[in-house]
């Protein structure tokens, strides 16, 4: 059964830097494509990062586009989102999402994943 558990949310301030990290189990990590997305009180979720299989094709949001980074390391099971210059508009809780993927896609619909982590806070003060 595959788990994904997020880490590394916090309290911040404007202008900070964090990173998250989620840990896969239960799967073969190289063959599935990964995604981070967020959701802020009364909000519906977002997309934010999504990585392929290999790691050589990234996407992002418009909102996080130069801000955040997506990377993976496939023999530690994990995938990473770097999120610098935070805003307060970035506070959400952010979840890891993986699926399994037969190529080198990338997905940034969250109908396309399957598995999805518990969440991790991130909350970005003013």
């Known amino acids: 059964q595959v ?25 073969t990590f190289s063959t599935y494509a990964m ?22 094709r990234t996407y992002y949001a418009d909102s996080v586009k130069g801000r955040f980074t997506i990377a993976r390391d496939n023999a530690k099971n994990t995938v990473y989102l770097q999120m610098n210059s935070l805003k307060p508009e970035d506070t959400a809780v952010y979840y890891c999402a993986a699926r399994r993927s037969y190529n080198s896609g990338i997905y940034y619909s969250q109908y396309e994943y399957d598995s999805w982590g518990q969440g991790t806070q991130v909350t970005v003060s003013s």
């Open 3 to 27: 788990a994904l558990v997020e880490s590394g949310g916090g309290l911040v301030q404007a202008g900070d830097s964090l990173r998250l990290s989620c840990a896969a189990s239960g799967l």
């Open 35 to 56: 995604g981070w997305f967020r959701q802020a009180p009364g909000k519906e979720r977002e997309f934010v990062a999504a990585i392929n299989r290999g790691g050589g």
